[in-house]
């Protein structure tokens, strides 16, 4: 009972402090700032709780009825999803100022989309990974249509809400499939059953369409379809928590269901996610290639990146599923990094929105400029960036499990994605960018700690990938099979 | 087997008897009550004291003409007033109207007075059904092609819905302190004590009130009011159809009656009084016909005395009075049970 | 399932009631149909729109979503109550905990002004 509690200490406080932070919100004296300072310490206290608990309780224990484990794989994404949130939060501090928004509901809702992500990254039960799921999933499609006046924003949340609702229902079709095929919930149990004899056709359905429904949170081509609208519409904030919080949650379920509960029948599964992966890689460049706005091309761009993830899913083993878990670490800063200077940008009165709006950046705005460089460097995967390592070991993981032509679609796409990715670069510093005043400045500092705070960790995993992969490495094991 | 069916078959027919001609009854009460209290006659001429006025209007409205107005939803437009009928009746199921005091028929024993005598999820039964209710409304008002009736059949809606949740709530307390969703064990729990009436008085005046609401009766008939909306969401029926309407609205006022006896006046027991055999029987039904005879009798008075809610104010009382004041009386009960209150 | 007969027994009679009623009443129906008749009841002038053409306050929307929140909150309290007795302290803890969220929730709807008509 009190081991219960104790496990699931992390997640409790910070969907009690998003509770107040929700009624702080409503306070006739509006101090946002202070509202979003508190979450900033709500997280951290998260943190802070996570590291402890993580030490006290035994990490191959199941709690709550066998719903929840606190073992490394855990620990590692829920310390990832806090750091997402926390720079998320960094970045809404000044967006959400200059829009003149009420802060409340919406850092209670990133708050308790974290909740939502912690549950998922702990979830060893079908039932408690669906709910933490429907939790994310509910508080971001809100999060998507926070500028309720905005018609872009508006239709980014009702194209995200009804496609999202759908793919609910398609993932809640496969559970209850798995279900009834295999006579449980528990990912333990589960594998135990398939690995009994060949699945049967139930089994085989519901696992298809549990793939589909995993793909479409991480917005793996074919399912796709409603990133770009999504990411353009949506507040720039919320586009980075969704493309790098969720995404790697939802990451997190997909490691856990099929290289854990559904790993006995992996050949079943293995070359759809294998197709998956190739298309995802293949369309997310291609596409982003047209992109003259940056937010869709970076949405198409962070498409991309679900395939080189799914690459390394493919690849299976310790070392593809660490491969996953450094890569979603890379990703996320760098994402959150290139995102986080479209929206400076913004703030600093260019538009930030089209491509030639960067133009002549290097010369009025330099370390922004060289900025934007080392992220869209990173996310390229050029040395010595962390984009690299995490390509690298993923590209590794693999070729050792003998997946070659999957790598080189990887490697020849992602020679592709460097031709829109130096287009931004070659219009900030080859483009003079006459006709556009510099605006004057406007006060970023939150936004410019977080940026900060992502370029030292993209340097610091580019240059020593060490004390990253071993955190990656330690959280192996994802499910001690019977 | 067939015993059994049989004495299910004779509550069955006591229970529909009772129900329809409680309609017919319950109309004239209400006219001659609307009289009495505005100090005139009311109907007198079809019977003596008019007494037979029901039936007439009845035969009247058979053979009415049955108008299918323009630019209506047929189906739904036909199928509303069915659905209207259908939940009002099948509400009733569960209710014991009696007690069997030990009879027997056929070597089988009565039980308590009430059909689905077996069912386990009694009151979840009940309220599953009656919130159903609602689409007879909905759809009538929806299909009509009317915006008179558009706007009664919005109304209604919300209206109950705002006003099923406190209720819920309220029967919430009634079971916590029975701890059985089966209404014949809710009034055997009361028969030793105190009726659920005086310990939960918070949760019976929230019931109280939100029957009045639930029955889209005066002070809450916001979704049929003369006076704006001319009849509501049933002023495109005519003839069957509309009668059908209104004798849903009385069977919901005879079942949210027996329901307030069943849950917090104790159903068809008297304290101190016990009674075997046929006599006990006819005695247990006679009390709670009597109880019941007095809510509905409550339902006429309310009418003819008090004025009608604005909307908003409807909407403040549902949301911000009765559903914190149920919570109250959940919590306080949850709280007596727990320190082993006997009497609650 | 012996014990769903009578329910099933008087579904059929509830349904039949109504259906019996109104078929009676459209044998012995008066007809005399006239289109002006047939128009929808409004006030004498011929209607310019539909009902369905008209917009409605979007507060019945807002009533139904609150009503869903608190109803499933209502209805898991349902196998709580019943099972109240057997989960002592434990129960009585967990519904504060349960209901203490949904208080917040309804601070916050009375706060946002969405329990509030016009």
Redesign the interface.
């Known amino acids: 009972m009190l081991a219960d509690i104790l496990a699931v200490l992390p997640e409790t406080a910070l969907a009690l402090m998003g ?1 107040v932070v ?2 702080l919100g ?1 306070a006739k004296v509006r101090n946002h700032l202070a509202v979003a300072v508190l979450t900033l310490g709500s997280l951290l206290l998260a943190g802070v709780l996570l590291s402890h608990v993580g030490r006290a309780v035994d990490p191959g224990e199941h709690f709550m009825f066998g719903m929840f484990v606190l073992d490394r794989f855990a620990i590692y994404f829920k310390a990832l999803l806090l750091a997402c949130s926390f720079l998320t939060v960094l970045l809404s501090i000044d967006y959400l100022m200059r829009h003149d928004a009420r802060p409340g509901e919406y850092l209670a809702l990133v708050m308790l989309a974290t909740v939502g992500m912690m549950t998922m990254a702990s979830g060893v039960h079908l039932a408690a990974i669906y709910v933490g799921l429907e939790l994310m999933a509910l508080s971001t499609y809100v999060l998507a249509g926070y500028f309720r006046r905005q018609v872009k924003s508006h239709e980014a949340a009702a194209k995200y809400f009804v496609l999202g609702a759908l793919s609910s229902g398609i993932l809640l079709y496969g559970l209850s499939l798995l279900y009834g095929a295999t006579g449980t919930l528990e990912l333990q149990a589960i594998a135990g059953r398939l690995a009994q004899g060949p699945p049967s056709a139930a089994a085989l359905a519901g696992i298809g369409l549990l793939a589909c429904g995993f793909l479409f949170k991480v917005a793996a081509v074919p399912f796709h379809m409603w990133t770009p609208d999504v990411y353009e519409g949506a507040p720039t904030p919320i586009t980075t928590f969704m493309s790098v919080g969720p995404k790697a949650a939802a990451f997190a379920i997909f490691l856990r269901v099929f290289d854990g509960g559904l790993a006995p029948v992996a050949e079943s599964w293995r070359p759809l996610v294998w197709g998956a992966a190739a298309l995802t890689m293949v369309w997310g460049n291609i596409a982003a290639l047209t992109q003259d706005n940056v937010k869709r091309m970076l949405a198409y761009s962070s498409i991309a990146h679900a395939g080189y993830a799914l690459v390394g899913l493919v690849a299976g083993g310790d070392a593809g599923v660490q491969s996953v878990l450094l890569y979603m670490l890379v990703y996320t800063v760098t994402n959150v990094g290139a995102f986080g200077l479209v929206i400076l940008l913004e703030s600093r009165g260019y538009a930030g929105q089209t491509v030639q709006d960067f133009a002549g950046l290097a010369r009025k705005q330099p370390v922004a400029a060289f900025g934007m460089l080392l992220f869209l460097l990173s996310l390229g995967g050029i040395p010595p960036t962390a984009g690299f390592m995490g390509k690298l070991y993923v590209f590794a993981a693999a070729i050792r499990s003998g997946y070659v032509w999957l790598v080189v679609i990887a490697v020849l796409m992602s020679a592709v994605s460097l031709y829109y990715y130096l287009r931004i670069v070659l219009q900030m510093y080859l483009r003079d960018g006459e006709g556009v005043e510099p605006a004057p400045m406007v006060s970023a500092v939150w936004t410019e700690r977080a940026l900060w705070a992502c370029a030292v960790a993209v340097l610091l995993i580019g240059l020593w990938p060490g004390p990253f992969a071993a955190a990656a490495a330690a959280g192996l094991g994802i499910m001690p099979l019977p | 087997m067939g015993a059994e ?1 049989i004495v ?2 004779g ?2 027919i006591v ?2 008897t009772l129900l ?1 001609t409680a309609v017919p009854v319950m109309v004239w009460v209400e006219r001659r009550g609307a009289a009495f209290i505005q100090d005139r006659l009311g109907p007198n001429r079809v019977g003596p004291w008019g007494i037979i006025q029901p039936i007439a209007d009845s035969v009247k ?11 209506v939803n047929r189906w739904l437009y036909f199928l509303a ?2 659905i209207s ?2 939940i009002a ?2 509400t009733f ?1 569960v209710v014991p109207f009696g007690d069997g005091c030990g009879v027997t028929i056929l070597g089988q024993p009565l039980g308590s007075l009430m ?6 999820v009694g ?3 009940l309220l599953a059904i009656s919130s159903l209710g609602v689409y007879g409304i909905v759809l009538a008002g ?1 299909s ?8 009664g059949g ?1 109304r209604a ?2 209206q109950l ?2 006003y ?2 406190s209720m ?2 309220a029967v ?1 307390g009634v ?2 302190a029975t ?3 089966r209404l014949d064990e809710v009034v055997a729990a009361q028969s030793g004590k105190l009726w659920n009436a005086v310990p939960q008085f918070l949760g019976f005046v929230v019931f109280v009130v939100a029957a009045f609401a639930e029955t889209n009766r005066l002070p809450f008939d916001l979704a049929e009011a003369e006076t704006e909306l ?1 009849a509501g969401y049933h ?2 029926y005519s ?3 509309f ?2 309407f209104m004798m849903s609205e009385y069977m919901n006022m005879v079942t949210v009656s027996a329901l307030l006896v069943t849950l917090f006046l104790g159903g068809s027991t008297l304290p101190g009084v016990h009674l075997e055999g046929w006599l006990g029987l006819v005695v247990s039904l006679a009390v709670f016909l009597g109880k019941v005879a007095f809510f509905m009798w409550l339902f006429v008075w309310v009418r003819w005395s008090l004025p009608r809610f604005r ?2 104010q ?3 009382l549902g ?2 009075g009765l ?2 004041l149920a ?1 109250v009386n ?2 306080l009960v ?2 007596g ?2 320190r082993g209150w006997t009497w609650i | 399932m ?6 099933f ?3 059929v ?3 039949l ?3 019996v ?2 078929g ?3 044998l ?5 149909h006239d ?1 002006v ?6 006030c004498g002038i011929e209607a310019t729109t ?3 053409d ?1 917009r ?1 306050s979007i ?2 929307y807002l ?2 979503v ?2 869903v929140v ?2 499933v909150e ?2 898991f ?2 196998p709580w ?2 099972a ?2 057997k989960l ?2 434990f129960g ?1 803890v967990e ?2 905990i349960f ?1 203490a ?1 949904l ?2 929730g ?3 709807a ?3 002004k969405a ?4």
């Not at chain 2, 009509?144 to 706007?151: H, I, P, T």
């Open positions: 509770m929700l009624i409503l | 069916l299910i078959a509550k069955l229970l529909a329809l409205l058979l053979f009415k003409e049955d108008l299918t107005p323009a630019g007033p069915m009928v259908f009746m099948l199921i059909v689905a005598s077996e069912l386990e009151v979840l039964y929806w009509s092609n009317n915006k008179y009736s558009l706007l919005l809606s919300a819905i705002s099923e949740l819920a709530l919430l079971i916590l701890g059985s969703l001319v002023v495109e003839s069957m159809k009668a059908a909307y908003d409807l909407m403040r949301w911000k559903l914190p919570t959940l919590v949850a709280v049970v727990a | 012996t014990e769903y007969i009578p329910v027994l008087f579904t009679v509830a349904l009631f109504p259906v009623t109104v009676i009443a459209w012995i129906r008066a007809g005399k289109p008749k047939l128009e929808p009841y409004e539909f009902a369905h008209n409605f507060r019945y009533i139904a609150l009503f608190f109803d209502t209805v309290l349902y109550a019943v109240y007795r002592a302290l009585l519904m504060f209901l969220i208080i917040v309804y601070i916050y009375w706060k946002r329990l509030q008509w016009a």
